[in-house]
């Protein structure tokens, strides 16, 4: 996938260049890895738990507009998840960028860049996120009865699992393996 963007929202994946190590530490041997760790099976649930936040929002969102829940509870819930899980995606980012990146971009050079795209998606994500919680906001604030929050609310949660799923397979695709082949060292 050497031609095309690297930008978020426009690739379908990192450029080969960047998978060397991927192709070495395919997916599915991870777990079976002898360097696969408590600090990757940690990374990874929390990349799990960003999708199943997102995922609950989606389901919650979909009951909303079907008039399946009460808007109270779904406003609560908005509030309450739609937090966790831009507080925690901030947390993660800003821990990546300040600490992981830099260590582990040293570990091989081959794929440097890799982590210069990652960095580049956590800002783009910011934004993004931003606009989330903006329409997560207008949500809470709507009256009960009003839809059209509801479906731009839907809208933009269905829009950011699309853009975080593509960032959160091309982050395990990079550092999985880079852990697997160098170690954690310096990481902790």
């Known amino acids: 996938m050497d031609i095309g963007s690297t930008e978020l929202g426009e690739r379908d994946g990192l450029p080969d260049a960047l998978s060397v190590l991927l192709k070495e530490y395919p997916r599915d041997i991870w777990e079976t890895s002898p360097g696969f760790n408590g600090l990757i099976r940690f990374w990874l649930d929390r990349h799990m738990m960003f999708r199943r936040l997102l995922g609950m929002l989606t389901t919650e969102t979909e009951k909303r507009l079907d008039q399946n829940t009460d808007p109270m509870v779904f406003k609560e819930r908005v509030s309450r998840f739609g937090s966790l899980l831009v507080g925690e995606l901030h947390g993660h980012h800003n821990i990546e960028d300040a600490h992981y990146f830099p260590v582990l971009a040293k570990k ?3 794929i440097t860049r890799g982590f210069d795209i990652l960095d580049r998606d956590h800002h783009a994500l910011d934004g993004i996120l931003n606009r ?3 329409t997560a906001n207008a949500v809470i604030n709507a009256n009960a009865e009003s839809t059209r929050e509801i479906g731009m609310f839907l809208q933009e949660t269905r829009g950011l ?3 975080l799923s593509r960032h959160l397979i091309d982050e395990e695709e ?8 160098h170690g954690a060292g310096g990481l902790s």
């Open 132 to 134: 989330y919680v903006e």
């Open 174 to 181: 990079l550092v999985v393996p880079i852990i697997l082949k």
């Open 108 to 110: 091989d050079p081959r």
């Open 161 to 163: 699992e699309l853009l």
